[in-house]
């Protein structure tokens, strides 16, 4: 009888408790025990049928993919700063690195338009 007491217990607390300490890192769906996160999570895994003809890497939609092949298989940088001249595959990659050059003191070079923050590297 204290077997079924604990089963009861344990089954009140994972089933019926508002506690939800396990989250899914994909989706972060929330979940009472590691059980229930891990079934979860191969729901991810076999939504996953959109296959990088590249690589091994596969994504669970069309738009992920593409994303993934434009940004570890494309050579193509069109966003440019207009700072240093760095290229980036998308516009938001441009402005988080925009960024970190507020607050920099740019350098140009005397003979051209060229700029930098690290004052050295004109003079090599």
């Not at 069309?62 to 434009?70: A, E, Y």
Request: hydrophobic letters at 25%; aromatic letters at 4%; a positive charge.
């Amino acid at each position: 009888r204290s077997a079924d007491s604990s089963n009861l217990k344990t089954h009140v607390k994972t089933k019926h408790s508002k506690e939800m300490p396990f989250k899914c890192d994909i989706c972060l769906l929330t979940f009472s025990d590691t059980k229930e996160v891990q079934q979860h999570a191969l729901i991810h895994q076999e939504s996953k049928t959109h296959q990088c003809l590249h690589c091994d890497h596969k994504s669970s939609n069309s738009s992920d993919l593409k994303r993934h092949i434009i940004s570890v298989h494309t050579k193509d940088y069109p966003h440019k700063c207009d700072m240093c001249e760095k290229g980036f595959h998308r516009p938001s990659e441009l402005k988080k690195h925009v960024a970190a050059h507020k607050g920099k003191k740019m350098h140009q070079c005397r003979h051209c338009d060229f700029k930098i923050a690290d004052p050295f590297v004109l003079s090599r």
